[in-house]
Nanobody, 127 residues
Framework: QLQLVESGGGLVQPGGSLRLSCAVS????????IGWFRQAPGKEREGVSC????????KYADSVKGRFTISRDSAKNSVHLQLNSLKPEDTAVYYC????????????????????WGQGTQVTVSS
């Protein structure tokens, strides 16, 4: 059974950092591109970042570019999202998701292209 489990969320002050992890099981991580998304209360789910199957392509939303970094650890079957210089507007539930792509260099931040989702981890940025 394909499963994704996020961890690493929490309460942090503005300017602080968190490292989110997405542990996957039931499938081979290298066969999927992975996306991170977030959803704040009353808002639509937003694509934050993605990484291609072969790790050569990463994408970031403009709002997090230069502050967030996505990485893949195939040996541990996990994907990480490093969140630095956090702002109150980063407060949301963060989800990781897995999807198949035609080409190994493709990745997407469109939620509809991901059939497999974790249950999310809460990130709260507040003083």
């Amino acid at each position: 059974q394909l499963q994704l489990v996020e961890s690493g969320g929490g309460l942090v002050q503005p300017g602080g950092s968190l490292r989110l992890s997405c542990a996957v099981s039931g499938f081979t991580l290298k066969d999927y591109h992975i996306g991170w998304f977030r959803q704040a209360p009353g808002k639509e789910r937003e694509g934050v970042s993605c990484i291609s199957r072969d790790n050569t392509v990463t994408k970031y939303a403009d709002s997090v570019k230069g502050r967030f970094t996505i990485s893949r650890d195939s040996a541990k079957n996990s994907v990480h999202l490093q969140l630095n210089s956090l702002k109150p507007e980063d407060t949301a539930v963060y989800y990781c998701a897995a999807g198949l792509t035609l080409f190994s260099t493709m990745c997407s931040v469109v939620p509809g292209q991901f059939p497999y989702w974790g249950q999310g981890t809460q990130v709260t940025v507040s003083s």
